[in-house]
């Protein structure tokens, strides 16, 4: 049975970091890209960063690039988020996510950027 399960999310204020975790289950992570989604209250989710299965190769969404780092634990079959310099605007759910036959999703954890 296919699981992903979030954690690492809390209240940071701004400049701050965090670092999300993905533990997944039933599959192995290698072989699939992962991604990590947010949604802020009142907007669509959106995708901010990827790690594909192929050479590791990462991307970002223009508003985290610098900040973000995805990557992944194969042994521990664990995705991260590392986030660091956080702002206000980073505040929202985050969710794990990957399509294998079909789209699986976490619970999501949330994130809130706040002095």
């Known amino acids: 049975q296919v699981r992903l399960v979030e954690s690492g999310g809390g209240l940071v204020q701004p400049g701050g970091s965090l670092r999300l975790s993905c533990a997944a289950s039933?599959?192995?992570?290698?072989?699939?890209?992962m991604n990590w989604y947010r949604q802020a209250p009142g907007k669509e989710r959106e995708l901010v960063a990827a790690?594909?299965?192929?050479?590791?190769?990462?991307n970002y969404a223009d508003s985290v690039k610098g900040r973000f780092t995805i990557s992944r634990d194969n042994v521990k079959n664990t995705v991260y988020l590392q986030m660091n310099s956080l702002k206000p605007e980073d505040t929202a759910v985050y969710y794990c996510?990957?399509?294998?036959?079909?789209?699986?999703w976490g619970q999501g954890t949330q994130v809130t950027v706040s002095s």
């Open positions: 790690i594909l299965s192929t050479g590791d190769s990462t």
């Open positions: 039933g599959f192995t992570i290698s072989r699939y890209t």
């Open positions: 996510n990957s399509l294998i036959w079909r789209e699986y």
